[in-house]
């Protein structure tokens, strides 16, 4: 079965320092997408970078970016830079098992609180 | 601009009630989902769907049913509402094809007393 761990509930950083928010998952699919999604206060869903599993470089967007792991089956995302808008709820996603419309499961997220 | 919208942000209904969930998307996407959202639980897929009239059984199917009669349309039925089924809801849909994002409604809210 397809599983997503967000171990970290909640994280502090201090404003301009990165951190990393840790995800792995379990999966017997070879091929699959990982995601990470931003939740504000506000309650929308934001799309932040996808790592597809047969990609060899580690995917960026901005300021965010994907550590893959495919060995230890980790997927962490790092903030440089931080912000105090990065305030939020991060999830971690998987879409794989190549069943029709290929279901996506999600972490139970993890709370990132920046400080000024 | 793409959208997801759903029918109501908050809905407040009676315990036994039957309840209708509606998510429409306008970016004639194949695939649509219904995830419920709960505290410390993260977001639990219920049902998808990839194409019309076709649905597929998530992680936490009891108690729900779905409906996909046209492409743009998803319905997510609670049968006969109960307590336990008080969450957020939120709709999503994405291209068919496992590399791409999902793009989410506002969410409704439900609360069964």
């Known amino acids: 079965a397809q599983k997503i761990t967000q171990t970290q509930p909640g994280m502090f950083v201090q404003e301009k320092e990165a951190v990393t928010l840790d995800c792995t998952y379990d999966?017997?699919?070879?091929?699959?997408?990982l995601f990470w999604y931003k939740q504000p206060s506000s309650g929308e869903m934001i799309f932040l970078i996808y790592q597809g599993s047969y990609d060899e470089q580690n995917a960026t967007e901005g300021r965010y970016s994907l550590n893959f792991q495919k060995a230890r089956k980790s997927a962490n995302l790092v903030i440089s830079a931080s912000q105090l808008g990065d305030s939020a709820m991060y999830f971690c996603a998987m879409r794989g098992g190549g069943t029709g419309g290929f279901k996506t499961i999600f972490g139970a997220g993890t709370r990132l609180f920046v400080k000024a | 601009d793409v959208k997801v919208t759903q029918s109501s942000r908050y809905l407040v209904k009676r315990t036994g009630e039957k309840v209708f969930l509606e998510c429409v998307q306008d970016m004639d996407h194949e695939n649509m989902f219904w995830y419920r959202q709960d505290p410390g639980l993260g977001l639990r897929l219920i049902y998808f769907s990839y194409d019309v009239k076709m649905k597929e059984k998530g992680d936490i199917p009891e108690g729900y049913s779905v409906s996909r009669e046209k492409k743009e349309r998803f319905s997510l039925i609670l049968e006969s509402a109960s307590t336990n089924q008080t969450s957020m809801y939120l709709c999503?849909?994405?291209?068919?094809?496992?590399?791409?994002?999902?793009?989410f409604g506002p969410g409704t809210r439900l609360t069964v007393t």
């Open positions: 999503a849909s994405s291209l068919l094809g496992q590399n791409y994002e999902q793009y």
């Open positions: 999966t017997s699919d070879q091929s699959y997408g």
